[in-house]
């Protein structure tokens, strides 16, 4: 999945979503990213009800200093709940995944 979407100094930029996997109190995906003078520094997430907001965060390339590929793994009582996951810049908000029943 293509996100043009989001994070670091308020810029967008292609993020490419892919390896969804939620269970129980785990939750992964894998992210990458299109712009070759973009590395990921970090993420943070918060769990509302039945939804998941992730911001990534991501800076200029530096010598090591992040890279293009970024793991998001999430250990959590409250994944249980989740049926949607959003990527989320300030006040933008972008579904990437629900979850199939």
């Known amino acids: 999945m293509i996100i043009g979407l989001l ?7 292609d993020l ?3 390896n969804f996997n939620l269970q129980d109190e785990y ?3 894998n992210v990458e990213t299109w712009s070759s003078g973009k ?9 509302e009800g039945e939804n998941l907001y992730l911001t ?4 200029l390339a530096m010598k090591n200093i992040g890279t293009g590929i970024l793991e998001v ?3 959590d009582k409250k994944l249980t709940n ?5 990527v989320k810049n300030g006040k933008e908000i ?6 199939s029943n």
């Open 56 to 59: 990534i965060r991501s800076g």
């Open 73 to 75: 793994e999430i250990k």
């Open 39 to 47: 590395t990921f520094r970090k993420y943070k997430y918060k769990i």
């Open 94 to 99: 972008k579904l990437i995944w629900t979850r």
């Open 7 to 13: 994070s670091g100094s308020n810029n967008y930029e």
């Open 16 to 18: 490419i979503f892919h």
């Open 82 to 86: 989740v049926k949607n996951v959003y």
């Open 27 to 29: 939750f992964s995906v």
